[in-house]
């Protein structure tokens, strides 16, 4: 299939939009205007500005229930899903509702090959063996409406505490926390799972306290914010969108790792990826920590990465965090051994004229691993700019589970749900929201998915969707590439998902070029308008066809201003997320 070229375009604001804030350069505000920042509250990140709990709907339930059950000494369960979302969650409500006196508080995390996603029905029987009175979802249970009907039929409570988006019909819990469910007036509709317990364990907390429980019982009344770097974790992890309320909590987890006031677990595992975290930022946990927790969810059983994340002293962490990264390391290679499989499947379409190819991408090898095929659609996402869906095989003979991942502009879990209707029976189950889901669909049915598919994204999609956009902060002039901005752009976040990282773009001479790493090219250059201001860059996983290429002198780069420390010596290193050749 053709590439194309991503389209470099500039961020654009009013100058009357623009605000004065008090410690920044004007390039940072330039860069806080172009994210829709317009008053000086939104960068304010004191604990004291968080939503107040009793907002969030359901909250109020949901903590009298489990106030109750630690006054009554009952037994708790916790079950999360299998991700760094679900495991940061798990590894909270753990962690908290012990300090707050639990006498019986255990976790259990659905293997995703044996049982699916969310509290199914078999996932209960399996919970029941425990003898819980409480099952407490984090990260899932939205969509569980038959599990928690199975729960109820053993006579067990459930309170579920999720974020996904709902569906018609909500389960028959005795308690429902979800920002996003009807009716729900809560202000931070972006929170992840990790975010909604923590709103639902500091409500039990302050009912606990209204009770004098914790001077009755001579414990220490635990201080919520000492969670916040696991919240951090499980935000960052999960790619919610860092709205206001978000990026509070991430920045005060991340403060409190940086001084040292974090668990042993998430210690050990910034080690293990060899991130520094006394100057931790968001990126650190989303391509350093998070991976490693989630290999452990994709390739075996969460659980081991909540273990880390409970973990108790550094040295238990560490070894833990090491089987973690060794999962990991399998993950990169069963991914890199899909991906070449993938593309080489997809060069057989290269022929084709533009219209004859797919709009809505299927792909699917009896021998790809279940969890590692939202990764591998992502890649294929990123590489084509279109919608993806990778299917496995799974456990069943009869059927394969697939992983979607959506370019901007096409809401595929909305789109699965147009397939659904206009063809009864094609798919057997679906979730997700705007840019992921999951599905699971008969095997023989396959070629008639893929049409349908292709089908429904032609429909909602227009050609120009299918051209990334770089989204640009503008040009620096060659006064700015200093190692101040490069510190104040790196220490304004926290950046992430709907707000992004600042990036740049200009042209460049090509002074000197070489592959590190393998597939890394590490590069000086100069801004065009200025030959003596020679500055140091990197890009990571170039296409090792077109570079390097002694005959570029000059070329085109959209990149973020960084820091780079070598030998205890701080420089200007640019990292360039796309380079094109000019001459």
Same mark, same amino acid.
């Given at each position: 299939? /053709? @590439? #194309?070229?991503?389209?470099?375009?500039?961020?654009?604001? %009013?100058?009357?939009?623009?605000?004065?804030?008090?410690?920044?350069?004007?390039?940072?505000?330039?860069?806080?205007?172009?994210?829709?920042?317009?008053?000086? %509250?939104?960068?304010?990140?004191?604990?004291?500005?968080? +939503?107040?709990?009793?907002?969030?709907?359901?909250?109020?339930?949901?903590?009298?229930? $489990?106030?109750?059950?630690?006054?009554?000494?009952?037994?708790?369960?916790?079950?999360?899903?299998?991700?760094?979302?679900?495991?940061?969650?798990?590894?909270?409500?753990?962690?908290?509702?012990?300090?707050?006196?639990?006498?019986?508080?255990?976790?259990?995390?659905?293997?995703?090959?044996?049982?699916?996603?969310?509290?199914?029905?078999?996932?209960?029987?399996?919970?029941?063996?425990?003898?819980?009175?409480?099952?407490?979802?984090?990260?899932?249970?939205?969509?569980?409406?038959?599990?928690?009907?199975?729960?109820?039929?053993?006579?067990?409570?459930?309170?579920?505490?999720?974020?996904? =988006?709902?569906? &018609?019909?909500?389960? /028959? *819990?005795?308690?429902?926390?979800?920002?996003?469910?009807?009716?729900?007036?809560?202000?931070?509709?972006?929170?992840?799972?990790?975010?909604?317990?923590?709103?639902?364990?500091?409500?039990?907390?302050?009912?606990?306290?209204?009770?004098?429980?914790?001077?009755?019982?001579?414990?220490?009344?635990?201080?919520?914010? &000492?969670?916040?770097? =696991?919240?951090?974790?499980?935000?960052?992890?999960?790619?919610?969108?860092?709205?206001?309320? &978000?990026?509070?909590?991430?920045?005060?987890?991340?403060?409190?790792?940086?001084?040292?006031?974090?668990?042993?677990?998430?210690?050990?595992?910034?080690?293990?990826?060899?991130?520094?975290?006394?100057?931790?930022?968001?990126?650190?946990?989303?391509?350093?920590?998070?991976?490693?927790?989630?290999?452990?969810?994709?390739?075996?059983?969460?659980?081991?990465?909540?273990?880390?994340?409970?973990?108790? &002293?550094?040295?238990?962490?560490?070894?833990?965090?090491?089987?973690?990264?060794?999962?990991?390391?399998?993950?990169?290679?069963?991914?890199?051994?899909?991906? @070449?499989?993938?593309?080489?499947?997809?060069?057989?379409?290269?022929?084709?004229?533009?219209?004859?190819?797919?709009?809505?991408? +299927? $792909?699917? /090898?009896?021998?790809?691993?279940?969890?590692?095929?939202?990764?591998?659609?992502?890649?294929?996402?990123? @590489?084509?700019?279109?919608?993806?869906?990778?299917?496995?095989?799974?456990? %069943?003979?009869?059927?394969?589970?697939?992983?979607?991942?959506?370019?901007?502009?096409?809401?595929?879990?909305?789109?699965?749900?147009?397939?659904?209707?206009?063809?009864?029976?094609?798919?057997? #189950?679906?979730?997700?929201?705007?840019?992921?889901?999951?599905?699971?669909? @008969?095997?023989?049915?396959? %070629?008639?998915?893929?049409? *349908?598919?292709?089908?429904?994204?032609?429909?909602?999609?227009?050609?120009?969707?299918?051209?990334?956009?770089?989204?640009?902060?503008?040009?620096?002039?060659?006064?700015?590439?200093?190692?101040?901005?490069?510190?104040?752009?790196?220490? *304004?976040?926290?950046?992430?998902?709907?707000?992004?990282?600042?990036?740049?773009?200009?042209?460049? $001479?090509?002074?000197?070029?070489?592959?590190?790493?393998? #597939?890394?090219?590490?590069?000086?250059?100069?801004?065009?308008?200025?030959?003596?201001?020679?500055?140091?860059?990197?890009?990571? /996983?170039?296409?090792?066809?077109?570079?390097?290429?002694?005959?570029?002198?000059?070329?085109? *780069?959209?990149?973020?201003?960084?820091?780079?420390?070598?030998?205890? #010596?701080?420089?200007?290193?640019?990292?360039?997320?796309?380079?094109?050749?000019?001459?």
């Amino acid at each position: 299939m /053709n @590439q #194309k070229q991503p389209q470099i375009k500039r961020r654009e604001f %009013s100058q009357s939009s623009a605000i004065q804030l008090d410690g920044f350069s004007p390039l940072l505000m330039r860069v806080f205007a172009h994210r829709g920042i317009t008053d000086q %509250s939104q960068l304010d990140y004191r604990l004291s500005n968080l +939503c107040s709990p009793a907002t969030m709907l359901g909250v109020k339930k949901a903590g009298e229930i $489990l106030a109750s059950s630690i006054e009554k000494g009952e037994r708790i369960l916790i079950v999360g899903d299998f991700d760094a979302d679900g495991a940061t969650s798990s590894a909270l409500a753990t962690h908290a509702l012990q300090a707050m006196g639990a006498q019986s508080i255990e976790y259990l995390v659905p293997n995703r090959f044996d049982y699916g996603y969310g509290l199914t029905p078999e996932i209960v029987d399996v919970a029941a063996e425990k003898n819980p009175d409480v099952i407490v979802t984090v990260d899932n249970g939205i969509s569980s409406v038959e599990g928690v009907e199975r729960a109820n039929s053993l006579g067990i409570r459930v309170v579920v505490t999720d974020h996904h =988006l709902p569906g &018609n019909t909500l389960p /028959n *819990a005795q308690a429902i926390v979800n920002p996003n469910q009807p009716g729900c007036n809560f202000p931070g509709k972006s929170l992840a799972g990790v975010g909604v317990i923590f709103y639902v364990l500091s409500q039990v907390r302050s009912l606990l306290d209204q009770n004098s429980w914790f001077e009755r019982q001579r414990i220490e009344k635990p201080n919520m914010a &000492n969670y916040l770097d =696991l919240v951090a974790l499980g935000t960052v992890a999960d790619v919610v969108t860092l709205d206001d309320q &978000n990026r509070l909590l991430v920045h005060q987890g991340l403060q409190r790792m940086r001084a040292g006031r974090v668990r042993p677990g998430i210690r050990a595992l910034f080690d293990v990826s060899k991130r520094s975290i006394e100057s931790a930022i968001a990126s650190d946990i989303g391509f350093g920590v998070a991976p490693r927790i989630n290999a452990a969810g994709r390739l075996d059983d969460m659980s081991l990465g909540i273990r880390c994340l409970l973990a108790e &002293n550094y040295d238990q962490a560490r070894e833990l965090a090491s089987e973690l990264n060794d999962l990991n390391q399998d993950r990169r290679a069963i991914e890199s051994s899909m991906q @070449q499989e993938a593309l080489k499947s997809l060069a057989e379409l290269k022929n084709l004229h533009e219209d004859e190819q797919p709009w809505g991408m +299927c $792909l699917f /090898n009896e021998q790809w691993h279940q969890g590692v095929i939202g990764i591998l659609a992502s890649r294929i996402k990123d @590489q084509f700019h279109r919608p993806v869906i990778a299917f496995a095989q799974s456990d %069943s003979s009869d059927e394969i589970k697939g992983s979607a991942r959506s370019i901007a502009g096409i809401h595929i879990r909305d789109a699965l749900d147009a397939v659904a209707t206009s063809n009864p029976g094609l798919i057997e #189950k679906f979730g997700g929201h705007a840019m992921a889901a999951g599905l699971t669909i @008969q095997k023989h049915l396959f %070629s008639e998915f893929c049409a *349908a598919f292709d089908s429904e994204i032609r429909r909602v999609a227009q050609q120009e969707n299918f051209t990334a956009q770089i989204f640009s902060d503008g040009e620096l002039t060659p006064e700015e590439f200093n190692l101040e901005n490069a510190h104040q752009l790196r220490n *304004a976040g926290p950046w992430g998902q709907n707000f992004p990282e600042p990036t740049f773009d200009g042209e460049f $001479l090509l002074l000197t070029q070489r592959l590190v790493g393998e #597939k890394h090219l590490k590069m000086t250059v100069a801004p065009a308008s200025d030959a003596q201001t020679v500055i140091d860059a990197i890009a990571f /996983n170039v296409n090792l066809q077109c570079w390097p290429d002694p005959n570029v002198r000059r070329i085109r *780069a959209a990149y973020q201003l960084d820091v780079n420390e070598f030998r205890g #010596k701080e420089s200007v290193q640019l990292r360039i997320e796309f380079l094109q050749a000019l001459e």
